[in-house]
């Protein structure tokens, strides 16, 4: 006899800075709002650039979210949701593992969870947790942003101190914004020294 389907997936968007991850996301739950169906949109703590309680893009777009630092917290308060979505959740403090595996849950008790991201840090090494979720979803989708300096497509976000790139041994997450952080394509990226 077969189980009938309860529907859960996981969707991953990610890219680059500027690529328009959240802006995906955000479209994504305005078409979850049309259908009625019942959401949560999680944003990390950590990210206040545009507004601690809300998902905003770079453009200006805004949903709102609930601040939450751990997985865990997006787990207590996910019961009975159909669309959990968590935005920039390379910023969540639990190890990679601990995500999964919790995305791993939601969707497998019938959710669509939708989570947006970084693949990559500013060394341009894949963020753990979003390689495994790639490998593991249903649907990814990755986007990518206009080089700064020749137009091409951008994969890469550079990360710059006083205009030169981050050294290797920076921090891995340092949130910022236009003041930090540009987009590049492969060729125009300067790999962290």
Avoid: W
Avoid at 131 to 153: F, H, N, P, T
């Amino acid at each position: 006899m077969t189980r009938p389907c309860a529907g859960g997936r996981i969707e991953v968007i990610c890219g680059c800075m500027y690529s328009g991850k959240t802006e995906e996301l955000i479209r994504r739950m305005r078409q979850v709002q049309i259908a009625r169906q019942s959401f949560r949109i999680f944003t990390p703590r950590l990210d206040t650039r545009y507004s601690s309680s809300h998902v905003a893009s770079h453009s200006g777009a805004r949903l709102e979210a609930v601040p939450v630092s751990s997985i865990r917290e997006v787990i207590a308060e996910s019961e009975d949701i159909q669309v959990i979505a968590i935005d920039e959740v390379h910023f969540l403090e639990d190890s990679p593992e601990v995500i999964v595996a919790a995305c791993q849950t939601l969707a497998d008790n019938g959710s669509r969870v939708l989570v947006a991201g970084l693949d990559q840090n500013y060394r341009a090494a894949p963020f753990p947790a979003m390689s495994y979720l790639m490998a593991l979803a249903e649907q990814v989708d990755k986007l990518y942003a206009i080089c700064v300096r020749c137009g091409a497509y951008a994969t890469r976000s550079q990360r710059l101190i006083d205009g030169h790139p981050a050294p290797a041994d920076a921090p891995t997450i340092v949130v910022g914004g236009l003041d930090l952080y540009e987009a590049r394509c492969r060729t125009c990226y300067e790999p962290a020294c």
